[in-house]
């Protein structure tokens, strides 16, 4: 069943906090997103230029149209301005049962009132009490109970503060905390049982970023609606957010944004970059005649992310691909970091070609290569050539020969050396992916058979 979830929230044209923020982090979550928009910002990562407030009937009309024929599981509330919005807000909420996330947005990360300082208090008497969950940053908190917060003591005492204007449940999040120079504390209190959670985390050195509040609560929002508890959704929340943070982007020139896609980017990559290399080895199993081009020291068949780093973000071969007689057997294994030297080769030759994610090593007769030179723009390295002592480090003398060689011939498709002393030749094969691969092998078997 899919899982709904409506924002009632500001428009940041940047992209990077409110409504926007909001999408991405329940899109990213599988939940379902419907937003009803009380106010547009005007901005980008230095400054709110103007804030527009959605006219009231309009706002209403939002609402009340979306809730008529989509019933959320689960409703998180940003940025609401003004007591005109914050009336409509509670006329229709107050009588649902539908858990409320509160995500209490008084300023914009550039200093700008998103609720006027008129409406705190028409604030704290309609809307806190509607919400299951309530979650200031410290000075949000800070002007919610009226008073300064210097101390992990005092902390607590403004949660069960908040906590008595009629949330359910509190949390504190210390992450502006200037006192707190090694761990940021967050700090959860669940009225029902009194239980006081502490959550300590690193500060990670980051200047300043936007989005952050958006995707924790929203975050917070995705698990309450999934199923979990208040404490495991609020570790399961702070865990989203630190991905993000450690992911910070910098689209403007102002303050970074914190980036809610990252694992959703990074996981579907990783799927279809493993799932292709798999199926890339099973086609090679079953290819006739493929075993006469493995060499004695075996293949290698690796698969690369975007952008590799180094070994870690390519798949290869577990143990590498084998013969037995005139068959071809792999373990069945593909994981990341599989394969030191291939994927080594790889990682050099997409430095020169961004198109080049896929490689795969093997025997380097007269005959073969002669068909690679005769189908293929092909580039030679000579491994008498490079410095000895940096052929004894592990996967370092491949790096350099397909740098030497890239930089004969950016274009290489094939790169190969005549080997050295106790060194079998090897040619390597590149391409774009696994299958372009094996329609190259298939053009060397071909022509191997014809002669
Ligand atoms: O991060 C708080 C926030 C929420 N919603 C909107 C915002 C901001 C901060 O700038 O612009 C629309």
Redesign the pocket.
């Known amino acids: 069943m899919l899982i709904k979830a409506l924002t009632i929230?500001?428009?940041?044209s940047s992209g990077g906090?409110?409504?926007q923020a909001d999408i991405k982090t329940f899109s990213a979550l599988g939940i379902y997103a419907t937003t009803v928009i009380t106010?547009l910002?005007a901005?980008n990562t230095k400054t709110?230029s103007d804030v527009f407030v959605i006219p009231p009937e309009f706002f209403k009309n939002q609402l009340l149209t979306t809730l008529e024929d989509i019933k959320p599981d689960i409703i998180k509330i940003?940025?609401l301005y003004d007591d005109s919005i914050i009336g409509i807000v509670y006329d229709i909420l107050n009588p649902l049962k539908i858990p409320i996330v509160l995500d209490p947005?008084l300023i914009?990360?550039?200093g700008i009132k998103?609720l006027r300082d008129s409406s705190i208090d028409v604030f704290k008497k309609k809307i806190i009490p509607l919400s299951f969950v309530i979650t200031p940053n410290l000075a949000e908190a800070e002007t919610l109970i009226g008073d300064k917060i210097s101390s992990e003591k005092e902390i607590i005492e403004a949660a069960y503060k908040i906590l008595n204007l009629g949330s359910n449940n509190v949390i504190i999040k210390g992450g502006h905390d200037p006192n707190q120079n090694q761990k940021v504390l967050d700090i959860l209190i669940e009225k029902e049982n009194n239980n006081i959670t502490k959550l300590y985390n690193d500060r990670l050195k980051i200047a300043e970023t936007?989005?952050t509040?958006?995707n924790f609560s929203s975050s917070l929002a995705s698990f309450l609606a999934k199923g979990y508890g208040i404490k495991e959704s609020f570790f399961l929340a702070n865990d989203y957010v630190k991905e993000g943070l450690m992911n910070v982007i910098k689209i403007g020139d102002g303050i970074g944004v914190t980036n809610p896609l990252v694992n959703l980017y990074a996981n579907s990559a990783m799927y279809k970059v493993f799932t292709s290399l798999y199926k890339g080895v099973k086609v090679l199993e079953e290819l006739k005649d493929f075993y006469l081009l493995i060499p004695e020291t075996k293949t290698n068949f690796v698969y690369s992310l975007e952008n590799p780093k180094n070994m870690m973000d390519v798949a290869g071969v577990v143990g590498r691909i084998t013969t037995i007689g005139t068959k071809v057997r792999s373990p069945n294994i593909v994981e990341f970091g599989a394969s030191s030297h291939v994927s080594n080769a790889v990682i050099s030759a997409y430095q020169y070609n961004h198109l080049i994610r896929s490689a795969i090593n093997i025997r380097n007769s007269k005959k073969i290569l002669g068909i690679c030179k005769a189908n293929f723009v092909c580039s030679e390295y000579s491994r008498s050539e490079e410095k000895p002592e940096n052929k004894d480090r592990e996967g370092f003398t491949i790096s350099w020969g397909v740098k030497n060689a890239m930089e004969k011939s950016s274009k290489a498709e094939v790169v190969f050396h005549h080997g050295d002393h106790g060194k079998e030749p090897m040619i390597i094969i590149f391409g774009k992916n696994p299958f372009e691969i094996i329609d190259k092998v298939k053009i060397i078997i071909s022509k191997l058979n014809c002669n």
């Open positions: 929230a500001g428009s940041d906090a409110g409504i106010v910002t901005q709110v940003g940025v947005v914009s990360g550039t998103l936007h989005g509040g958006c």
